[in-house]
């Protein structure tokens, strides 16, 4: 075997073998490849050999077929020639269209949870925060990105738009990546996790109160406050890498 087609094996924790579960096969497969580019294990940059992607999880060809064409037209993957799917390298230009893009939608989201959801929502998102604030208190990255996904999938099912939670769906695909990047890196400011939580806070004191302008205005700076710490982190990474 040569060194190219070792990417992925030689990592072997990488992805888990599919177990015969009620999910479609196509759709466990998805998700562990989605999860792990999300989390970094496979790494950007790492070539997607389809025979040992499904030598890994023990599925044909064609269901890793089908996933790593999901997860191409979901941005986490590229098709380069010569080498086949890889997965797609992070680059400052991409976050700051991703974040700018997360800006807007998730504050709309903010604003039509106000409009829209109702009371037991609204404590469903208290219960998903107060979940957020603890994972951040233990440390763990994994539970902290855990608890934060249930904060924001209760948040875009209150905003009652199957349109909006499709679009924001796509886009966390992708920008889950910056954020498994900010919570491992070794630079990351001591302050962003209390920082964070307080941003959601104020969003959530801002639903409480039905104020929907306020929502929406506290969750774009939130966002804001996450882009520029992204940004720091990737601009590090760049002048070290150079």
Known sequence: MNQQSSEITSRSAALATIG??????????????????????????????ERELTSMLGVSRTVVREALRQLESEGLVSIVPNKGP???????????????????????????????????????????LDATDGAYKQGDPAYILETKNKFYDVLFDGAASETLSSMIGTLHGRIWRWRALGLTHPERSSERDKESVAGLRAVLAAIRNRDADLAERRMREEVTRAASEAMRLLSSASVQNS
């Open 20 to 49: 015969k579960l009620a999910a479609p096969l196509r759709r466990q497969v998805l998700d562990e490849l989605r999860q792990s580019i999300i989390a970094g294990r496979l790494p950007p940059g790492a070539r997607l050999v």
């Open 86 to 128: 890889v997965v797609r390298e992070l680059t400052l230009a991409e976050a700051r269209d991703l974040y700018s893009i997360r800006a807007v939608l998730e504050a709309l989201a903010a604003r039509r949870f106000v409009e829209n959801a109702s009371d037991q929502q609204v404590e469903l998102l208290q219960q998903a």
